[in-house]
């Protein structure tokens, strides 16, 4: 029998105390508005880290926009010194989970190959390894729909490149959201279970959990399956007002996982 699993929900650090107010068990606070390269901007986010109302158990949104870690435009010495404020930031947190999504990072460009691609993304997910070794947090591939991002847009594809780093610092996610974008298997949970650290939920139109018409009982019931184990956050808008939306969806999540 297991036992509820943790819910969260993303967003800016200053969303931290309405989270806790709704009920949920923490937020997986957003990195790029915390503005890491400026040193100011830097010691700011490590006092807040350190006095939230509730656990910043997992950190997401991770690279700047104008940063790229493949291609010819990547900049490896300015990515490593930003990584290591961030991990810096995770260990005061004592965050589980660091989401690797940003889309914009990755992306294939012109003249590029996949294969090329895949080399310099897992030659970063090495250094972020290296980083992350004895920190206590995961980083988590966050695979993206094609709308979002060229490199990684399965559940699969994710895992296959954790399996292939095969590194304990680094596994892979399923996002809800992206799955269904792609007509994804929900199946695909079960397969790549051992892979996964963490989950990203929503629902119809990219909306709060409960408000439209994904199949939780499917998507819990693998995930019950496999023994999952790990942070459930949401990654989404809301439908209504935000308070109110967030304290729905949570315990829609906790009954819906529950039930399953």
């Known amino acids: 029998m297991t036992t509820t699993p943790q819910f969260g929900w993303c967003g800016p650090l200053q969303n931290a105390s309405l989270m806790k107010e709704a009920g949920l068990d923490y937020i997986e606070a957003q990195l790029v508005p915390m503005k890491l390269e400026d040193d100011a901007s830097f ?13 910043a158990s997992a950190f997401s949104y991770l690279f700047p926009h104008d940063a790229r870690i493949v ?16 991990v810096e930031l995770l260990t ?9 999504g940003s889309g914009w990072t990755r992306n294939i460009p012109e003249g590029w190959t996949q294969a090329q691609a895949e080399d ?44 292939k780093l095969n590194r304990p610092e680094v596994r892979g996610l399923a996002d809800f959201y992206h799955m269904d974008e792609e007509n994804e298997p929900l199946d695909e949970l079960r397969e790549h279970c051992a ?9 119809t139109g990219r909306l709060n959990p409960g408000t439209g018409s994904y199949d939780y009982p499917s998507f819990f019931g693998h995930l019950k399956a496999c023994g999952y184990q790990g942070l459930l956050s949401a990654e ?5 007002e935000p308070l ?15 039930a399953a």
């Open 236 to 240: 989404c808008g809301f439908k209504d």
């Open 43 to 55: 010691a700011d986010a490590k006092t807040r880290v350190a006095d939230l109302p509730l656990p």
């Open 244 to 258: 109110a939306s967030m304290r729905e969806s949570v315990n829609f999540m906790r009954l819906a996982w529950n």
């Open 195 to 203: 892979w996964l650290a963490h989950i990203h939920l929503a629902d």
């Open 120 to 163: 310099e993304f897992l030659s970063a997910l090495e250094w972020c390894a290296d980083a992350l070794r004895g920190s206590g947090t995961t980083l988590a591939i966050e695979p993206l729909n094609r709308k979002e991002s060229n490199l990684v847009n399965s559940v699969g594809d994710g895992a296959r490149l954790a399996r």
């Open 92 to 100: 005061i947190a004592r965050a589980r989970v660091v989401v690797l």
């Open 71 to 86: 291609g010819p435009e990547k900049d490896e010495r300015r990515n490593r010194a930003y990584f290591d404020r961030v």
